[in-house]
């Protein structure tokens, strides 16, 4: 079946940092999602992507639809305390009109720094 | 609008027992589904709906019932519990064929089976 590779695995950040984390498949996906889950919490839509190439911002987060298709990048802009949580992609591929069901990468754990 | 709801929020069984998990949502979305999330796994999708007495198997379906006889709710039987369903389940609802195809999620259930 299809899979999302999504990397790095976790991180930390120290306050004031950039991050980037990415999500990349074999298969091309036509609707890329991103996806931030706190502790104890259900994941929380942050952004969504329909176009290859396209950019889009929301706040300091800013994804990118890669141009292949087959890939989505995620970038935090000087990270705060809490930006911490699990980051999920989710990719979701064309089945001729119907709605296909989004394969999710197994996420990015953002931890603080010691 | 409360968005997604699951209850309940916490859940012990008994290897053997039945329950069922309850989720409603009131944005009047076509697309229901569960799924399951365990360390290290990601989401994995359980069963999904497309609307009113619509069902389908996901990822894994095994030892899992569902049904949709409104729009609003979609419940997911256990139907004989056991130690390798513990693990912590999310409705999610989205608006379905026409897009826009964001999933929102519930809070979820978390459920241990001893």
């Known amino acids: 079946g299809q899979q999302l590779n999504q990397s790095p695995q976790s991180m930390f950040i120290q306050e004031g940092e950039d991050v980037s984390m990415n999500c990349t498949s074999s298969?091309?996906?036509?609707?890329w999602l991103w996806y931030k889950q706190d502790p104890g919490e259900g994941p929380v839509l942050l952004i969504a992507?329909?176009?290859?190439?396209e950019l889009t911002s929301n706040g300091r987060l800013t994804a990118q639809f890669g141009i292949t298709r087959k890939d989505s990048f995620l970038n935090i802009s000087a990270s705060i305390p809490s930006d911490v949580g699990i980051y999920f992609c989710?990719?979701?591929?064309?089945?001729?009109?119907?709605?296909?069901?989004?394969?999710f990468g197994k996420g990015t754990k953002l931890s603080v720094k010691p | 609008n409360a968005g997604v709801t699951q209850t309940p929020k916490f859940q012990v069984l008994k290897t053997g027992q039945s329950m069922t998990l309850q989720c409603a949502q009131d944005m009047n979305h076509e697309y229901m589904s569960w799924y399951r999330q365990d360390p290290g796994m990601g989401l994995r999708l359980i069963h999904y709906s497309v609307g009113a007495g619509i069902t389908d198997q996901g990822e894994v379906p095994n030892g899992y019932n569902v049904s949709r006889s409104t729009t609003e709710d979609f419940p997911l039987r256990l139907l004989s519990a056991a130690p390798s369903q513990t693990s912590v389940y999310f409705c999610?609802?989205?608006?379905?064929?026409?897009?826009?195809?964001?999933?929102?999620f519930g809070p979820g259930t978390r459920l241990t089976v001893t």
């Open positions: 298969s091309i996906f036509n609707t």
């Open positions: 989710a990719g979701l591929a064309d089945y001729g009109g119907s709605q296909g069901n989004l394969i």
């Open positions: 999610a609802s989205s608006y379905g064929f026409a897009g826009p195809y964001e999933q929102y």
């Open positions: 992507l329909y176009k290859a190439g």
